[in-house]
């Protein structure tokens, strides 16, 4: 049984065994939950991030595929990158922003780790409606065969809080 917890916070400060990260596909650093992880988490993230793209993702991480590397400084032993979708009003990506949660689990389970917490993947610069989200994030892991035992959602402000509460009660 997994435990869906939730907590409104700065994810890079979360002690647990894997962090995710709202990644683009480049895994090269971007801004929001990517440039806190990276600043928070030092250079070694980055160093890693660069190996993958040296060699099993030359063409990047791809839209809803996740893989880890060290967490570097931050109070986590892993960073699992995945990639959320753009939101899109003419085309349905539910799938793909669901697949980042059930692959992040998987790739859990590959290093395993007990612990995990996830933002709230695309709802920043990707766009993605918070309740619709929040609905699609706690299907996902509510769905996933997983060991993890806690999944944590960390929402960085009041409004998507409200929205992941509403999914988990
Ligand atoms: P995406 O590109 O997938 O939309 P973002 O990083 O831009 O990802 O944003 C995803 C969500 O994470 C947004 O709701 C944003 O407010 C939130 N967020 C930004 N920084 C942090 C942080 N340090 N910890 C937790 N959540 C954060």
Known sequence: MTRLTLVRGDITEQSVDAVVNAANSSLLGGGGVDGAIHRRGGPDILAACRDLRAS?????????????????????????????????????????????????????????????????????????????????????????????????FVLFDDAAYRAFAARLN
């Open 56 to 152: 099993h993702y030359g063409g990047g991480l791809p839209t809803g595929a996740a893989v880890a590397t060290t967490a570097g400084r931050l109070p986590a032993r892993w960073v699992i990158h995945t990639v959320g979708p753009v939101w899109s009003a003419h085309e349905d990506r539910s799938a793909l922003l669901a697949s980042c949660y059930v692959r992040s689990l998987a790739v859990a389970d590959e290093l395993g780790a007990a612990t995990v917490a996830f933002p709230a993947i695309s709802t920043g610069v990707y766009r993605w409606p918070m309740e619709d989200a929040a609905r699609i994030a706690v299907e996902a892991v509510r769905g996933a065969e997983t060991a993890v035992g806690e999944v944590r």
